[in-house]
């Protein structure tokens, strides 16, 4: 009873996605204010109903319900509470039901919280929020229901796939589709923006706090990702550059363009036609992620589905709406009339600059990707882009992105002078370069890239420090110190993102250059030295090795102490897991983490003479990757936390014409 609820819920919701489409849409055309006042309560009911279905499928999986389908295929009553609930969004149906939930929670949102907003513009926004869920609700209930029953119900289901069974993949997709679907709300804006012929630095105001909030939560679910993969997938890396994580990226990327575009129309009322495309690309790139993870065109691990027949389905949404917005950005992209004029050095053009390194970087991410796929279907050949053409491709639109990161921030607006903006950062750069050049005499013999990553970082992180102090105007420390506490969330945020950054740049280049792998047969009992850069190094012994049975899954773990000198720094207990249901094998690494360095060890398989391979590596700087994602993700919530992002711009009300609308 309670999953029908849901379906029929799940109905009334696209419904009611249906008349907030059509209604408030003819309402701001005709100018009729009832019309357009349909669209909040119609975005509320909407979320409800579709909170409502979500409940239902959740209250299936958490009571084992295997007359579901769902329920059956993805869940087991012997598996831990935690992962029946993950279990949810584990699979292709559940997590477009997440997925329309969230995009019906952003557009309520903007129904609750959207009331400075000029009516007509407030009407559009939620009547293109609502044309997006119709097509996902008919995706869903037409190919993907979720709540389709079976008529002899098996009396235990076939278990959620094992790779899914982890913390930190349990929360994983709910933040990726939190800023996936969070794009959704630049793109409903730019595109009831090119139907009212108008964008302002209202309208720019406006449409950053949805872009950063859904750049925040790219931010956390990509990095929640990385750190999945690289404890739990026992290769002991923490990108690969798979398709499925290209296709959170190249959002992420475009995402990051668009804040920083926004930032230029708000304040000068530039770039107006660039801010709108980039806002119908962003979301576009999340729909084609969509596709990448759900489609099987691609390979990958972290894919929900392979049924190219429903790929199809999501391919056609895509097209539909990137295409129809492509093509009425073509029409009306002229009437976006540019106010403000800059000078080729100002802090426009910096802007501009990022922007074009970010699309670019993000055009060569989805070449790399999508290039297999191509070369099968024009050449009838099968080729494989690895790491190496994406590190070779990518990386020298970052270097060139970070160089200019700090004096781009200093410039000022409309007109710079470069020596005046690079002033107060040569001793910044005086000490980057001075810490690059101490990394490449330490590491005699070795590549520039932990050089060239150690300079970068500290002139980013420096930077943004300096960038920060230099908004404290004059005076006394305690003047300034009391002036930073009064600077804006914007201002502090921006500063924090981009130290994290250049922490995360420092990770990915200490990790890159001088991690050291050991691979050998060990005997229990038997030690072994591990030598790494610097001033690690280490012994490691194979206690035992063991079968463990865990809730529902069979284990075979090793007992390891690791040794620095005579003083034991930890035991760790890697596994090999088998669960039996799925029939499939799992690695769960066991890693010793430090500020500096980790050490990752992984247990293989059993030998002929009687030891087992082990894999131990040793990390340098591996935790900072994730640190600079957190403090990226922080800098994120103090900019959101800026109450200018909670008053819009032009946020008094008009006095109303006739008619009831107020007047614009």
Known sequence: MIAELGHFALILAACVALVQMIVPLIGAQRRWAGWMAVAEPAATAQFILVAVSFAALTWAFVTSDFSLRLVTLNSHSAKPMLYKITGVWGNHEGSLLLWVLILALFGASAAWFGGNLKPTLRARVLAVQASVGVAFYAFILFTSNPFL?????????????????????????????????????????????????RVDAAWGRWVRPWTLAAWLFLTIGIALGSWWAYYELGWGGFWFWDPVENASFMPWLLAAALLHCAIVVEKREALKNWTILLAILAFGFSLIGTFIVRSGVLTSVHAFANDPE???????????????????????????????????????????????????????????????????????????????????????????????????????????????????????????????????????????????????????????????????????????????????????????????????????????????????????????????????????????????????????????????????????????????????????AAIDNGILRDVYIVIGDPQANGGWAVRTYIKPLANWIWAGCIVMAIGGMVSLSDRRYRVAAGARKAAPAPGGVPAE
Not at 558 to 575: K, N, T, Y
């Open 310 to 588: 429903r790929g199809v389905y999501i391919l056609a949404i895509t097209g539909l709406f990137v295409g129809g917005a492509l093509t009425l950005y073509a029409a009306r992209a002229s009437a976006m009339e540019a106010k403000g004029v800059f000078g080729v050095l100002s802090r426009e053009s910096a802007l501009v600059a990022n922007n074009i390194l970010l699309a670019v970087s993000c055009f060569v991410v989805f070449v790399g990707t999508i290039w297999p796929l191509v070369a099968e279907l024009a050449f009838d050949r099968k080729l494989s882009v690895g790491p190496p053409f994406f590190d070779a491709a990518f990386t020298p639109f970052m270097v060139a992105l970070m160089i200019l990161l700090p004096v781009g921030a200093m410039m000022p607006w409309k007109r710079a002078r470069l020596g005046r903006a690079m002033q107060p950062l040569w001793g910044v750069l005086a000490l980057a370069l001075a810490a690059g050049g101490l990394t490449w005499a330490i590491q005699t013999g070795q590549s520039l890239l932990a050089p060239l990553g150690m300079t970068l970082a500290l002139w980013v992180i420096g930077g943004a420090v300096v960038d920060l102090w230099s908004r404290a105007g004059k005076g006394t420390p305690d003047e300034r110190l009391r002036r930073l506490r009064a600077l804006p969330g914007g201002d502090w945020g921006k500063a924090i993102a981009h130290a994290g950054l250049g922490i995360t740049a420092l990770g990915v280049a200490g990790l890159t250059q001088w991690q050291v792998e050991d691979i050998r047969v060990a005997q229990p009992g038997e030690r072994y030295t591990v030598e790494a850069f610097g001033p690690w190094e280490y012994d490691v012994r194979l206690n035992a090795v063991n079968e463990v049975e865990g809730p529902n899954y069979v284990s075979t773990m090793a007992s390891i102490d690791v040794f620095r000198g005579d003083r034991q720094i930890a035991r760790l207990e890697p596994e090999k897991r088998v669960y039996p249901v799925a029939g499939m094998p799992t690695t769960e």
């Open 149 to 197: 029953r079976l008529e002899s119900p098996p009396l235990d289901g076939q278990d959620l796939n094992p790779l899914l069974q982890d913390p930190g993949l349990a929360f994983h997709p709910p933040f990726l589709y939190l800023g996936y679907v969070g794009l959704s709300m630049a793109f409903s804006f730019a595109v009831a923006a090119l139907i009212e012929g």
